[in-house]
């Protein structure tokens, strides 16, 4: 509101020029209320995931995951290809090489291990530091807030799975000899990669979330998840060859890694190398889906419910 | 909102917890300036600033900021800004980037965002520190960065609360000038939170004093310690007689050391002190004015309240 005026004098040439301090100016703009704030939540969600603006140490967790995803597919399309160049047109497929199909069976695991270690940034640091307390008292409900941090880590989630499959199908198509071909006989992948990658990004994304608005401590949210991911498969597994029939099934529905890849084959409708083992890939497709969505809906619900109650 | 509402009205405001109750039938209005909530912990000011900005819903009565209620139109906390006593910094963000997330998060334009964090920084004295991370803030700084948070949207109210806690003398005083600051030069209105009656007394126009979740007293600063004035008079022999010359006038006074206090005084008060002074025959050698300071105040408050409950 106040104006001061000083005036420095250049005494190389004697002008003078004038500085003003224009004191401090109240804001007459335009306020965009809650979609503006939910929007800055989800962008400061994208941030935080891949430490965007953050040193380089930082970077190496999230970054070496995706690179990790993307590897996978390459060496995937690498094989495919070879084959394909010393074996000769269609060895690929007689040789039943692992394929968009199989890609995300054989890298849930790399997926769950990301999701844990990474999803607890968004959430465990803003209660830990208080900063939750801040968020809570702008145009913005704790609703908003926990599903702008859910899309971000999902949007992250997402295109870190969907690029390899990219890769992979760049791949392929390239190690076709005739790329246009290929692309046109295996056009129905894409559809199939973007919805399985999608039914995996929103399992993971909310169990993990789920996890880490328990703790104030990323440490302790990943250890639990990476400890519920890796102990179930093989005690499940385990357990489910010991007993048969639909007792066995059910028991390795409660294999945590193969829920989502249930559903990718049954988008993809083969069965992947993954769960060619599983007895629970002979139960309904319906039962497969519906457990899929009990595992994602109710968690989901239940994260939602959480912060709607928070308070500061 | 028209200029002549209130910032805050409280109406009936009652909160319970289940058996406590934080906040048991309070009213008040603020209007714009800066106004102190004063009390011990527990008195329930938290709880009158959370209901306020809408994060706890009264068990009864209604509270309405901005002539809105924020719990059902949450846009409403466009307008308002709250410092926290708590940490609530990110460790590892500069300044510069923090506020320009909070910014946005209160709903300004991106580029709108970053110049206003950065002219919020150097009206909070934080300019040249700005794009360190947070972590290596000293204690000072990261209470400048908080108001800055709470600034940095251009809010019609803020909430502070506690904003000296953990300051020393230099820092407590710069951020009581920056408080005073916040209104006097920014126009923002200010709701101050503080258990420390000096720092409320030095900053605030208004006060309103809470004790167990009830408002005791309320009214402008000044005209608490007008009312508490107190003349107190000195003299070198015969107290006991003027003493009792004065009381044979009715007035209230009490011995106070080698001296004597007289209550609430009014102008009459004057001339009855002279003819006491002259039939008592005591030599005067000091007669002066003295208010009460609100620390004196709140705690005879204080042994009112537990003189009552006993």
Same mark, same amino acid.
């Given at each position: ?312 | #909102?028209?200029?002549?509402? =209130? ?75 709250? #410092? =926290? ?111 420390? #009656? ?90 002066? =004015? ?21």
């Amino acid at each position: 509101m106040s104006t001061e005026a000083r005036q420095p004098t250049d005494t190389a040439t004697g002008r003078g020029g004038t500085v003003f301090d224009i004191g401090y100016r109240n804001y007459t703009g335009p306020r965009e209320g809650r979609s503006r704030a939910r929007s800055a939540v989800f962008k400061d969600g994208i941030r935080t995931a891949l430490a965007l603006g953050r040193g380089a140490r930082a970077k190496i967790l999230p970054w070496s995951f995706i690179a990790i995803l993307v590897f996978i597919a390459l060496i995937m399309a690498l094989m495919a290809g070879a084959a394909e160049r010393y074996g000769g047109p269609g060895v690929a497929e007689q040789l039943n090489l692992p394929s968009h199909a199989d890609y995300y069976g054989i890298a849930s695991i790399v997926v769950f291990v990301f999701a844990a270690v990474v999803a607890p940034e968004l959430l465990c640091r803003d209660r830990r530091e208080g900063v939750i307390n801040l968020y809570l008292v702008r145009p913005l409900t704790g609703s908003d807030y926990i599903m702008a941090r859910w899309a971000a880590f999902l949007t992250v989630m997402v295109a870190a799975v969907w690029l390899p499959q990219v890769v992979l199908l760049t791949g392929l198509a390239m190690g076709d000899p005739a790329p246009a071909m290929y692309l046109r006989d295996n056009w129905l992948d894409i559809p199939r990669f973007l919805a399985a990658g999608l039914a995996l990004a929103a399992y993971a994304t909310t169990l993990a979330m789920l996890t880490a608005s328990f703790t104030t401590r990323r440490a302790y949210a990943s250890v639990f998840l990476v400890g519920l991911f890796v102990i179930t498969t093989p005690f499940t597994v385990g357990l489910a060859s010991e007993i048969e029939g639909a007792a066995g099934q059910w028991i390795s529905m409660f294999n945590l890694t193969n829920i989502p890849v249930h559903v990718n084959d049954v988008i993809f409708g083969e069965v992947s190398t993954i769960t060619s083992v599983a007895p629970a890939r002979e139960l309904p497709a319906l039962v497969l889906v519906g457990w899929y969505f009990a595992w994602t809906l109710v968690p989901g619900s239940v994260l939602l419910v959480r912060y709607r109650r928070l308070t500061p | #909102m028209t200029s002549t509402e =209130p910032l805050l009205a409280a109406e009936n405001l009652t909160k319970k917890y289940r058996d406590v109750v934080a906040l048991d039938d309070v009213s008040f209005t603020i209007s714009a300036g800066i106004t102190g909530i004063l009390g011990e912990n527990g008195a329930g000011k938290s709880t009158a600033i959370k209901i306020f900005m809408g994060l706890v819903r009264p068990t009864s009565g209604s509270a309405n900021v901005l002539g809105q209620n924020a719990s059902t139109t949450v846009s409403v906390r466009a307008r308002l800004g709250y #410092m =926290p006593e708590h940490d609530c910094l990110p460790s590892h963000v500069s300044a510069a980037e923090f506020l320009t997330h909070m910014a946005e998060v209160s709903g300004l334009p991106p580029s709108t965002a970053r110049t206003r964090a950065a002219d919020t920084l150097r009206h909070t004295g934080l300019f040249e520190e700005r794009y360190r991370a947070m972590a290596g803030y000293s204690t000072g700084m990261k209470q400048r960065v908080k108001l800055g948070q709470a600034l940095v949207h251009d809010p019609a109210v803020v909430f502070l609360d506690e904003p000296t806690a953990g300051l020393d003398p230099v820092g407590r005083e710069e951020m009581l000038a920056l408080v005073r600051k916040t209104y006097l030069d920014f126009g923002i209105s200010v709701l101050f939170s503080s258990h420390l #009656m000096a720092d409320v007394e030095r900053t605030c126009d208004r006060i309103l004093i809470l004790q167990g979740g009830r408002l005791v007293q309320s009214g402008e600063v000044g005209q608490f310690t007008k009312d508490t004035e107190t003349v107190f008079i000195e003299v070198d022999t015969n107290r006991d007689q003027l003493m009792a010359a004065l009381e044979r006038r009715g007035v209230i006074v009490t011995a106070d050391g080698t001296g004597l206090t007289i209550e609430g005084p009014d102008e009459s008060v004057y001339d009855h002190v002279r003819d006491a002074l002259v039939e008592a025959e005591a030599p005067l050698r000091r007669m002066a =004015p003295r208010r009460r300071a609100l620390t004196e105040l709140f705690h005879r408050e204080g042994d009112i309240d537990s003189g009552a409950a006993s």
